[in-house]
């Protein structure tokens, strides 16, 4: 979104612009988060802002407690609190014209839900597969889509993440190859101008199936004088020892048990091959 105020004089022309990226952002208790408020002008502007408690903040002033701090870019709030959240305003001035942005800053504790919290249903899924956390927002103006993660990190739509995360135009956060680390708790958030919702859920993810067969077999390269002693000793044991075998190699890291049965007289019977963990 861009608004554009334009004003000519009878002595100057005086032309201010200030981008807005987003009206909302979400911190988590603890961490930094930096409130956007960038200007362009053809004049030197001067930035104030506004705070949720009525104070004010210049290139002159700062916070009684050291953590609000002006940038070139914006405002940055250092060790952020839950008091922190609300309504904030950027107001930039360059001569006699002036332009406001407004922008609400939701924080919460983290993603793990707090006492009494009416949670969502827990998501299942399989470890390496595709999983999604739905919720589904909506408002007006549109609110904005935001996840906290379990290690406290925070993703919103339109945000390009490694690691395979998206948060969608719906609401709703994919992991297109989910990982053991992606279990535990995430949360929801919708911020627009007016307020904010939330909402937290769990994501429970489950190791794949493996077969038997998979399991029993030898994991990593083997030596050929190791395959070549384990065929020996397994014929030696076939023709002048027992009729059944369990053949185990310290070098290998699964349990590889074959039985094989001799050919009985009277009968017939193939032998057979029981892997097992």
């Not at 958030?189 to 030898?218: C, F, R």
């Not at 020892?241 to 193939?270: A, T, V």
Request: aromatic share 6%; charged share 15%.
């Amino acid at each position: 979104l861009t608004q554009v105020t334009a004003k000519s004089r009878k002595k100057y022309f005086l032309f201010m612009l200030l981008l807005i990226y987003t009206v909302t952002a979400v911190g988590v208790a603890g961490s930094n988060i930096q409130l956007s408020c960038p200007v362009l002008s053809s004049s030197n502007p001067s930035v104030q802002w506004i705070l949720p408690d009525g104070s004010k903040l210049n290139t002159s002033s700062s916070s009684l407690d050291g953590r609000f701090q002006l940038s070139a870019s914006g405002l940055l709030i250092q060790r952020v609190q839950l008091s922190d959240g609300g309504l904030y305003h950027c107001v930039a001035r360059a001569g006699r014209d002036f332009d406001v942005l407004q922008l609400r800053l939701a924080v919460q504790e983290s993603a793990v839900p707090y006492s009494g919290e009416l949670s969502g249903p827990p998501v299942t899924g399989t470890i390496r597969d595709a999983v999604t956390l739905p919720c589904r927002i909506s408002g007006s103006p549109e609110p904005l889509a935001s996840w906290i993660l379990p290690d406290g990190n925070v993703v919103w739509q339109g945000l390009a993440v490694s690691g395979g995360l998206k948060v969608h135009s719906n609401g709703s956060l994919s992991l297109l190859a989910s990982t053991l680390k992606d279990t535990g708790y995430y949360r929801c958030i919708a911020v627009n101008q007016y307020g904010s919702d939330t909402m937290s859920m769990q994501l429970i993810l489950k190791a794949q199936h493996i077969s038997s067969l998979e399991t029993s077999l030898p994991r990593g390269p083997q030596s050929a004088a190791v395959l070549t002693i384990m065929f020996i000793k397994c014929m030696y044991h076939v023709l002048f020892k027992s009729s059944k075998l369990q053949l185990c190699s310290s070098s290998l890291l699964c349990l590889w048990p074959i039985n094989i049965n001799k050919k009985q007289s009277g009968s017939k019977k193939n032998p057979s091959v029981a892997p097992s963990l």
